[in-house]
């Protein structure tokens, strides 16, 4: 088993030790760097990680341009802000390489005062509520911890480049009858200042983002 671990990367130098020490031992670290201006991508190769920069600004773009990178059998995904552990992955990658699953999902479970706003925890309800409508799955969460085939993630063919990627993933991945499961995982507070759902504004354009992924689903696009 291969794996290969994306972080979508923007000014984290903060936690960028924090998150690279917890990779599993002979995983590659792919960290994308999406326009930092702290050092970032200096702190990620000391560190001993694969860089890979996108222009494009965007959550999604970020994902992919690490998808796309990545040459392991598994790919997994988490945040770089050390609000996840990626050592939590590798029984995430256990279950995809022994064919238990086909992707594999994160459920946060916020540890601490101010992990999950109360805003973005209630826009992460009302989506999920909309994801299980739409794909029967039983999920709670549209978290940025996974894993899945490399190869099969990119037969998916995913367009968002924004915040609804990883929505898009799973609405995909359930339209093609994968075998969708997911597991706890501690969400805790994050190093530095969210640039996306810290904020009432980051957290609509997220809904905004994904509700149109669901729009486009719905029609058959």
Request: overall charge positive; proline content about 5%; hydrophobic content about 40%.
């Amino acid at each position: 088993m291969t794996v290969d671990v994306v972080l979508p990367c923007l000014n984290e130098a903060e936690a960028l030790p924090w998150v690279l020490e917890r990779v599993p031992a002979g995983w590659r670290a792919i960290v994308v760097d999406n326009g930092s201006t702290d050092g970032s991508p200096g702190i990620a190769r000391e560190l001993g990680a694969t860089v890979v920069r996108e222009s494009r600004r965007g959550f999604g773009a970020a994902c992919h341009a690490g998808l796309t990178a990545a040459e392991a059998d598994i790919v997994c995904f988490c945040d770089c802000d050390a609000s996840l552990d990626p050592g939590l992955l590798a029984p995430f990658a256990r279950s995809v390489a022994d064919g238990q699953t086909d992707l594999m999902l994160g459920r946060r479970r916020p540890k601490g005062s101010g992990a999950w706003p109360l805003h973005a925890r209630a826009g992460n309800l009302a989506l999920s509520w909309m994801l299980r409508r739409r794909t029967g799955l039983d999920l709670h969460d549209l978290g940025p911890m996974r894993a899945a085939r490399r190869e099969d993630l990119l037969g998916l063919r995913l367009t968002d480049r924004r915040s609804g990627y990883p929505l898009q993933m799973v609405v995909r991945a359930a339209d093609a009858g994968w075998r969708v499961r997911e597991v706890d995982v501690p969400y805790l507070p994050r190093a530095g200042k969210s640039k996306v759902t810290g904020t009432w504004r980051g957290t609509w354009q997220t809904v905004h983002d994904m509700r149109r992924v669901l729009a486009e689903a719905g029609d058959g696009r």
